[in-house]
T-cell receptor, first 115, second 109 residues
Framework: NAGVMQNPRHLVRRRGQEARLRCSPM?????VYWYRQLPEEGLKFMVY????????ESGMPKERFSAEFPKEGPSILRIQQVVRGDSAAYFC?????????????FGSGTRLTVV | GQNIDQPTEMTATEGAIVQINCTYQ??????LFWYQQHAGEAPTFLSY????GLEEKGRFSSFLSRSKGYSYLLLKELQMKDSASYLC??????????FGAGTTVTVRA
């Protein structure tokens, strides 16, 4: 029973390029959450998605960031025209049901470095 | 807004006990979580408290006082593998977690 799979583990992008981060939830989990962890800071909520729906994107920056969770395939967090400040670890978590916070399973994260 | 405070670092000796405190001020409360995170790895769930009191699970225990906005994680019989970052997180609704910056625990022989 594979856990939450994120890829790539490490991603280097030049300023102005696009970054695509992928997250495959645990089998049977249809709820996906993205968090960002900046150096020396706690994990910050970005977005909550169910299949084909964005439920809460209150933590997403208004520009350049978008997320999707299509009917088929992984959830994607997309960052357009990356800047140095986007360098962080991006974690995805999944759960079987909403309100099951104790059921969160986190992936190992994607470490984005913008040069 | 959410404000969650925990110490930045703690050091303890193998076999000892360490208590990591967490204080919080949040606009809603739906439970408090502790996660363990080794460097470069995923946070892993340790404990969940929603009612006041102590929850014990093996060498780890977690305590909650909702009236004081306070929790602690107690690690007993410390082992070298317990060296990690410990994250306190509060759920303000059904799904959103607000995390503290984490406490890095170093276990020395």
């Amino acid at each position: 029973n594979a856990g939450v799979m994120q890829n790539p583990r490490h991603l280097v992008r030049r300023r102005g390029q696009e970054a695509r981060l992928r997250c495959s939830p645990m089998k049977g989990h249809s709820h996906v959450y993205w968090y960002r962890q900046l150096p020396e800071e706690g994990l910050k909520f970005m977005v909550y998605l169910q299949k084909e729906n964005i439920i809460d994107e209150s933590g997403m920056p208004k520009e350049r960031f978008s997320a999707e969770f299509p009917k088929e395939g992984p959830s994607i967090l997309r960052i357009q025209q990356v800047v140095r400040g986007d360098s962080a670890a991006y974690f995805c978590a999944s759960s079987p049901l909403p309100g099951e916070g104790y059921g969160y399973t986190f992936g190992s994260g994607t470490r984005l470095t913008v040069v | 807004g959410q404000n969650i405070d925990q110490p930045t670092e703690m050091t303890a000796t193998e076999g000892a006990i360490v208590q990591i405190n967490c204080t919080y001020q949040t606009s809603g409360f739906n439970g408090l979580f502790w996660y363990q995170q080794h460097a470069g790895e995923a946070p892993t769930f340790l404990s969940y408290n929603v009612l006041d009191g102590l929850e014990e699970k093996g060498r780890f225990s977690s305590f909650l006082s909702r009236s004081k906005g306070y929790s602690y994680l107690l690690l007993k019989e410390l082992q070298m593998k317990d060296s990690a970052s410990y994250l306190c997180a509060v759920s303000s609704n059904d799904y959103k977690l607000s995390f503290g910056a984490g406490t890095t625990v170093t276990v020395r022989a």
